[in-house]
T-cell receptor, first 113, second 112 residues
């Protein structure tokens, strides 16, 4: 069964600190991996998308890594801000699956003063 | 600005009633999708459509129906047959090829 698992389930950090969120997947054959940010009561917004050949991709203070051999990805947030408080969702696309995606359950991040 | 619009943002329904959620996009995307989001679970696909007048069931289609009469519009009807309809519903669109995948802002449906 194609799955996407994220850890931790939730995380609380102080403003200005860094954090790293993890994503492991079993989706095969792999096409691409996306990280989304979802504010409470809103739709997900894309942060990064990586294909098989990409190891890292940045979007401002967000840096995603991908190890396609171990089927692991991480999202690193640098110098966190209160506005980073949200759910971060890892999403994997299957090659030949059209644009049907497999979603992780998300990591709920809270940034506090 | 191009985007995808869902309405209403909040919707209340009495048990036994059908209700329709609206989704409109002006991104000229061919494909459109409906997802359901429940606490502690990943998004689950209800229905998707890759072309006008055609759509396919997703993983949890029972109790739902859709139509795709126009490229821009993909309304979702939650019927009385859906046993547990209270959830957050997300619409998305994408081109048939390429990486762009855009979500709407969601509709929260509550059965009272």
């Amino acid at each position: 069964k194609n799955q996407v698992e994220q850890s931790p389930q939730s995380l609380i950090i102080l403003e200005g600190k860094n954090c790293t969120l993890q994503c492991n997947y079993t989706v095969s054959p792999f096409s691409n991996l996306r990280w989304y940010k979802q504010d409470t009561g809103r739709g997900p917004v894309s942060l990064t998308i990586m294909t098989f050949s990409e190891n890292t991709k940045s979007n401002g203070r967000y840096t995603a890594t991908l190890d396609a051999d171990t089927k692991q990805s991480s999202l690193h947030i640098t110098a966190s801000q209160l506005s980073d408080s949200a759910s971060y969702i890892c999403v994997v696309s299957k090659k030949g699956g059209g644009n049907k995606l497999t979603f992780g359950t998300g990591t709920q991040l809270k940034v506090e003063l | 600005d191009g985007g995808i619009t869902q309405s209403p943002k909040y919707l209340f329904r009495k048990e036994g009633q059908n209700v329709t959620l609206s989704c409109e996009q002006n991104l000229n995307h061919d494909a459109m999708y409906w997802y359901r989001q429940d606490p502690g679970q990943g998004l689950r696909l209800i229905y998707y459509s890759q072309i006008v007048n055609d759509f396919q069931k997703g993983d949890i289609a029972e109790g739902y129906s859709v139509s795709r009469e126009k490229k821009e519009s993909f309304p979702l009807t939650v019927t009385s047959a859906q046993k547990n309809p209270t959830a957050f519903y997300l619409c998305a669109s994408s081109p048939l090829a390429g990486d762009s995948y855009t979500f709407g802002s969601g509709t929260r449906l509550t059965v009272v």
